[in-house]
Each structure stands twice: as C-alpha cells, then as structure tokens.
C-alpha cells in the first residue's frame, strides 16, 4: 500500500524562525511535488523535485529530494506570516503525474 | 495561457442527484486527471483521462465515471450523490510522458451536498 507521511500535521513558528518539514513515501518514484494551499483555494505548485539529490529554493523556502531514503524536505528559512498555509507533498506514483498525496502541514507562523 | 479552468467554482445539491463538472486543460496538455479533496484533508486521486479514455482509476466507486472530449476538456460526473461526496474537486492538466512534464491544478468546483 503505498504511503505519504508528512510530519510535522502542525506547526506553529514565530517569525524569524527557521524549520523544516519531512516528507517520507513508500514507493519508488521519479517525481515528487511540494504544494501550498490557502484556506478555500485550490494548490499552488511550489517545486517538482525530478531526481535524486534535487534541491530547489524560492525565496524563503527550499526542497529537496533524496530517492534512496525515499525522502523530501522542505526547510523554511526565517518565516514570515505571509506563509501560513497548507503545505502538502505529492509523489508521482505512476510516471504519468498521478499523484498521491500527503496528509499536509499546516504552518502557521506568529508574529 | 488561461492555464486549468474548471466550472462552476460552486455547486450545491441534494442528495441523490447527479452533478456533472468541467474541466478545460492547459494549452498543450492532453491528459486530465482528477481529485477530491475532503475538508481537512489531501486531494485523492480519482481518475484519469488521456486519448478520450481512462486510464487510470482510485478508489472510488462506479458513482464517478467522466469522459474526455476530442479537444482534450473533461467532464467528472457523479450519480446519487452522497452527503460524503461534499469536497473541492480538483482538476489537473499535464503531458503525460517526459521528464520535464508536470501536473497543473484549475481553481477546483466546491460540490456541497444536502
């Protein structure tokens, strides 16, 4: 059965902080996603992560992926309020972006 | 590009009626899939479609079926509808084969049922 764990479900930071967000899976892919989402919108690509070792940043925010661990991070660097959200991971599950995801972690950063 | 569009943005119904959903893929895409997102909860694969037929499926009952048209837009109908069948549909667009191919989400159709 194939599985997407992200950890932490909730987080609460103070502006300035630094964090980082796991993303662990269960199955071999070659894709993986990061999305934002804001409370009633749909998802924001944020990164595709395409091979092994991958690392992308935006701004504050930088993924990365490891295939043989069959993990993602994505490590936020000293947040501000505007990014509160949603963030989910996808994996790839069928090399034609189908994808499976998450559960989701919600951030909330404080003032 | 308008990129992913789908109509409506929201929808309500009754219980045990059938919705029909659409979606218009991004320009040069010829797949669709598409999800469901309950409240509180990550988007579930539904199915998809690529060449006017499915080609992949979740876990979802017959009560999901769609169809995709000769201009790659497709439809999600759901039949007797379930309260629990209250979410955010999602509808991505993508090429389906490449290493540089990637899924793109429309803004979703909020479906409440009551």
């Known amino acids: 059965e194939l599985k997407v764990e992200q950890n932490p479900l909730f987080l609460s930071m103070q502006e300035g902080k630094n964090y980082t967000i796991y993303c662990n899976y269960s199955?071999?892919?070659?894709?993986l996603y990061w999305y934002r989402q804001d409370p009633g919108k749909s998802l924001e690509s944020l990164f595709v992560?395409?091979?092994?070792?991958a690392v992308k940043q935006e701004g504050r925010l930088m993924a990365s992926l490891d295939t043989k661990a069959r993990l993602s991070t994505l490590h936020i660097t000293a947040a501000v309020h505007d990014l509160s959200a949603t963030y989910f991971c996808?994996?790839?599950?069928?090399?034609?972006?189908?994808?499976?995801f998450g559960t989701g972690t919600r951030l909330t950063v404080i003032p | 590009d308008a990129g992913v569009t789908q109509s409506p943005t929201h929808l309500i119904k009754t219980r045990g009626q059938q919705v029909t959903l659409r979606c218009s893929p991004k320009?040069?895409?010829?797949?669709v899939s598409w999800y469901q997102q309950a409240l509180g909860q990550g988007p579930q694969f539904i199915f998809q479609?690529?060449?006017?037929?499915e080609r992949q499926r979740g876990n979802f009952p017959d009560r999901f079926s769609g169809h995709q048209f000769p201009n790659y837009s497709s439809e999600l109908n759901v039949n007797a509808l379930l309260l629990g069948d209250s979410a955010l549909y999602l509808c991505?667009?993508?090429?389906?084969w490449g290493p540089g191919t990637e899924a793109f989400f429309g803004q979703g159709t909020r479906l409440t049922v009551v």
């Open positions: 991505a667009s993508s090429t389906p």
């Open positions: 992560l395409l091979s092994n070792g």
């Open positions: 479609y690529y060449e006017e037929e």
């Open positions: 996808a994996v790839d599950w069928s090399g034609a972006n189908n994808l499976f």
């Open positions: 199955t071999t892919s070659d894709r």
């Open positions: 320009s040069g895409h010829d797949t």
